[in-house]
């Protein structure tokens, strides 16, 4: 897996760009206005402050993972803290997801895989306006996330809980989101039937965010057959994130980006 994520990489730097690579209005725009700009201030503070608290919480939960597993943890009794620092949205991620939301300006968020609600509380700080529904597996995991949520007034989040072969389909019902962050489950399968679900609820200017794309060769393949998808128009491959778009007045175009 190791020889795997260095084989990758050096991929993506090969085949990567920067802004003067782009030639795409809509992606050059988004790489100088969102990609490369300053992340507030006053909302990169108010972060770090819920990523400490969470940092600082060294209780122990047990945990039920539906996904793929951990390749760091051996037991599923794990510290909050640990969680967060180790499974938890990087600062370099959080950073970029604040600017998004901010800069996409959602109404609908939903969020898959809720974790300990870093991700969650970047999205809500980057647009408190936005409505969002996160979903997570496990009970104690989200009732982590649910006394976080309370703690920082982190408002605008409803959280719900359960399998998300069960709970998605009720979740999308007559509804169209504007912005989907996937991050719950690293498998190629369960990655294609979530973004086939979602599909439905996506419109011109929705935006669908997947976590980890080079993580393994079974999530490159989920990548690529979504980015190849005729619904897609527009998809942005960052090497941590895959981002897609639906945009019908662009023709069909694919970016490798540093960020």
Not at 158 to 187: A, C, P
Not at 219 to 239: F, G, N
Request: hydrophobic content about 40%; some cysteine.
């Amino acid at each position: 897996m190791v020889w795997f994520k260095i084989r990758s990489f050096i991929a993506f730097l090969l085949a990567s760009t920067n802004k003067h690579g782009v030639h795409s209005p809509f992606v050059y725009d988004l790489v100088t206005k969102c990609f490369n700009s300053q992340t507030n201030p006053s909302k990169t503070a108010a972060f770090k402050s819920i990523q400490k608290s969470l940092y600082s919480n060294y209780h122990s939960i047990s945990i039920t993972d539906y996904g793929k597993g951990s390749s760091v943890f051996k037991s599923n009794v794990r510290k909050v803290s640990d969680i967060a620092k180790i499974a938890g949205i990087s600062k370099k991620k959080a950073a970029l997801l604040l600017r998004m939301a901010d800069y996409f300006n959602p109404k609908n968020i939903l969020e898959i895989g809720t974790s300990v609600g870093l991700g969650t509380a970047a999205l809500s700080i980057g647009n408190p306006d936005a409505q969002i529904v996160t979903l997570e597996g496990c009970k104690n995991t989200a009732e982590v996330a649910k006394e976080l949520f309370g703690k920082h007034h982190l408002n605008n989040i409803e959280l719900v809980v359960g399998n998300f072969n069960e709970t998605l389909s009720d979740v999308l019902k007559n509804k169209q989101v504007d912005l989907i962050y996937f991050d719950g489950n690293h498998q190629k399968e369960a990655t294609l039937q979530y973004f086939n679900q979602c599909l439905e609820t996506a419109h011109h200017n929705s935006l669908f965010i997947f976590d980890d794309i080079h993580w393994s060769p079974e999530m490159q393949l989920a990548w690529t057959e979504i980015k190849m998808h005729p619904k897609v128009t527009v998809s942005i491959d960052t090497y941590f994130w895959g981002l897609i778009f639906f945009r019908k007045e662009q023709k069909k175009q694919h970016f490798t980006i540093r960020v």
